[in-house]
Structure formats: structure tokens, C-alpha cells
């Protein structure tokens, strides 16, 4: 596979079918989004706890009923008074989690923000979605039955460490000694070179992003426009002449309507200006890039974002970045570096979806390094918790 099971499961979830599910429930999007996330790792991680008995995981995956809507579906059978996908689902968490799954569905709601209804319904939903794309993915050949349980028991850790701690713990309870699996990602991810201010590198998880879009140096990471001469003075220029919004063509042919200051407008501008170099100081902030307390999905408000970098990356194809995650520096080294990871894999398989070839973005787990705002205070650690682009060709 060449994304892990987590993000291939994940990443069909758009804003629009989150927004029908969160009406559908009354409840507001950012719990919505945040229950799903957890469900979709909790289910994965049980998954993961019976990887050495092929013929339990057959029969657990053969509990889910046969649908095609995927994450498109649940808005519906949230509404429905005897929904087939919510029994299927229920019967899939009683076999994952026999003795736990009260305790779990607790933990969910308190989590993610949502009540106790809402949380168990989507738990039981997200239970029959997932389990029902991993069969699907068996039965398409993608992955066969040793495949699977090899790829689950690799990426455990990861899944482990996307959940938050109360419920890692219980999805985990009964065969925590069998699983000491490293905590890597099926795809292999390339971790940033270690240094003073890095630190060592294992594995984790971590927390929210907000939004900043940087205007100065700080912490190690300059702006655009201290790299990028030329074109990029000139955008900001017009930015400031024209209001907010500015159209720019990339490619000659395809417009792209821009905040003058925003990621997409620096990163174009850098990419047009035939004087600006890449280097390892430059990065492209992206005020939407960025993720709920350790939660590695991006929040529904990125589509556009990435819509616009997946264009430039089309419109110029020796264009190469790394994709890099970062988190605050709340957790661990080992924790943090693990959920930068996921982070950084999350906006790849976004933009992999939207048509950009895997081949020229390299994803990083940087962990709480090259922080841009103040770490003691919340609205500075929301800022730190981001996925930034370098461009390493163009």
C-alpha cells in the first residue's frame, strides 16, 4: 500500500460529508470531526490487537455490511430508525472490544466533545464504515489476509499513538504485551536529520491548530519574503493595493484567486521568481493546515488550501517540497515526533488525492521543532501545531 490504513480509510471523509453528518446530529463540526478521527484509529487499533489470529480478523470483517456510500452514507443512517450499518457496527465493536466498549465510548465522548448518544452512534457507524473499506480492500486484492494482519500489526504504534491516552490504553488493555511493534508508518516516512534542537526521535501523538500565517522570522523559520526577492515583494505589493484577494495565473492558463498573503500566494511568487533558490530555511505556512488536540485529520476548513497547492504542483511539474508536520512541545519527544508524522502523511494523502504524484513530496515528522510562536501560552501552541511546505526543487 502506499498510504497506511489509517489515512487510506480517512482521507474520503470532506468537508461536505462531515458538515451533513454534524447536521444530521445537531452538533457542531469540529466534535463531529474529532469523534470520527478517534473511532476510525479506536477500530483500526482493535484491528491491530487480533493481527495474529487471521480467522478472528475474517470473521470481524465479515460482520460489516455490504455498502458503497463509505463515509457518504452516515448523515442517512444517522436518521434512520433501524439502521443496518449502525447493527453491523455495533456487532463489530462488541467483538473487538468484549469487555471494554462502554468504557471506550465514554472515553470517545469525553474526547471529542460530543455526548454520549452522539458519540456512540458515530462509534458504531465509523465501525461498520471502516471495517467494511479494510474488507473491501481484501476482496479488491489491494491486500490479502497476511498482508493485512502484517501491515496492522507495523502500524499499531501509530495507531496507538493517534488515540488519545485513556483511550489507547483501553483499546490496548487485554494485549498490550503483544504488541511492540515499531511505531512507523507502512509508507516509510523520512525524519528530518537529527540536531541540538531535535532531540531524539521515537514516537507519539499531540494536539490542536488554529491559524497563523507568518510575517516575520522566528524560531528558525523564515518567511517567504526573506528568501524570495522580486515577484514575491511585488505580490505583496499589490496585495496590499488590491484588498485581500488577488487573482494570479499559474501555468499561464489556470487562475488561482489568492489572499495576497497567504501560503499560496508566497509559495507561487517564490516558485515565479527565477532569483529565489530553495533552501532549508524557507517554508510556506498554511493558515489551515492544522489540527485539533492530538488529532492528525485535517480539519474541514483545509479543502481549499489544498486544492490550491495540488494546482500550483500541477501547473508546475519540476516543483518537489517536503511536507513537514510539526506539534507544540505539551508531550513528550518520542509522542510528538510520532504525531508530526502522521500529520505530515495526512496533507500527502490529501494532495496525492487531488491528482499531485507521490514521487515529489517527501513527508517529515519534526516533532515540536522550529516552533513560529510562543509555546507557554495556548494561542502561540496552536500555532505550532501545523503542517509547513519547503521546496527543495522548482
Not at 103 to 130: M, N, R
Not at 158 to 181: C, E, G, K, Y
Not at 251 to 257: C, D, K
Not at 358 to 377: C, N, V
Request: hydrophobic share 40%; net charge neutral.
Amino acid at each position: 500500500m502506499a498510504e497506511s490504513l489509517l489515512a487510506s480509510t480517512m482521507h474520503a471523509l470532506d468537508r461536505t460529508s462531515i458538515s451533513r453528518i454534524a447536521g444530521s446530529l445537531r452538533e457542531s463540526e469540529a466534535p463531529v470531526f474529532r469523534c470520527l478521527e478517534f473511532s476510525c484509529a479506536a477500530i483500526l487499533g482493535g484491528l491491530a490487537t487480533h493481527c495474529s489470529e487471521p480467522g478472528m480478523l475474517r470473521r470481524i470483517l465479515d460482520l460489516a455490511p455490504v455498502t458503497r456510500g463509505g463515509w457518504s452514507q452516515l448523515p442517512g443512517e444517522i436518521s434512520s430508525p433501524a439502521s443496518p450499518l449502525g447493527d453491523g457496527g455495533k456487532r463489530i465493536l462488541a467483538a473487538l472490544f468484549p469487555e471494554s466498549e462502554r468504557d471506550l465510548t465514554s472515553a470517545l465522548s469525553h474526547d471529542s466533545g460530543l455526548g454520549s448518544w452522539p458519540a456512540a452512534t458515530l462509534f458504531a457507524l465509523a465501525a461498520a464504515t471502516v471495517a467494511g473499506m479494510v474488507r473491501k480492500m481484501v476482496r479488491d486484492g489491494d491486500l490479502s489476509m497476511t498482508t493485512l494482519a502484517a501491515t496492522l500489526r507495523s502500524e499499531g504504534g501509530m495507531i496507538r499513538n493517534a488515540l488519545p491516552q485513556r483511550m489507547s490504553d483501553l483499546v490496548w488493555r487485554r494485549r498490550d504485551a503483544q504488541l511492540h511493534t515499531p511505531q512507523v508508518d507502512a509508507r516509510p516516512v523520512r525524519r528530518a536529520p537529527s540536531s541540538p534542537w531535535l532531540g531524539v526521535v521515537t514516537v507519539g501523538a499531540a494536539t490542536l491548530g488554529f491559524y497563523w500565517l507568518i510575517t516575520h522570522e522566528r524560531g528558525g523559520l523564515s518567511e517567504i519574503g526573506s528568501a524570495a526577492t522580486g515577484a514575491a515583494s511585488r505580490l505583496a505589493t499589490d496585495a496590499q493595493a488590491l484588498g485581500t484577494t488577488l487573482t494570479r495565473h499559474i501555468g499561464n492558463t489556470v487562475p488561482l484567486r489568492v489572499g495576497g498573503a497567504s501560503g499560496e500566494s508566497r509559495l507561487l511568487a517564490f516558485i515565479q521568481d527565477t532569483g529565489a533558490i530553495p533552501s532549508g530555511h524557507t517554508w510556506f505556512e498554511f493558515n489551515t493546515w492544522r489540527f485539533d488536540p492530538g488529532a492528525a485529520i485535517l480539519r474541514p476548513d483545509a479543502r481549499d488550501q489544498l486544492d490550491d497547492v495540488a494546482a500550483i504542483f500541477k501547473a508546475y511539474p519540476q516543483l518537489r517540497a517536503v511536507i513537514a508536520g510539526f506539534t507544540d512541545s505539551t508531550e513528550s519527544k518520542g509522542r510528538n515526533m510520532a504525531l508530526s508524522e502522521l500529520r505530515a502523511n495526512t496533507v500527502v494523502v490529501q494532495l496525492r488525492a487531488r491528482g499531485v504524484p507521490a514521487d515529489r513530496m517527501t513527508p517529515e515528522g519534526r516533532g515540536a521543532s522550529d516552533a513560529i510562536d510562543d509555546d507557554s501560552s495556548e494561542a502561540g501552541r496552536a500555532a505550532n501545531r501545523r503542517v509547513a511546505l519547503q521546496v527543495i526543487e522548482k
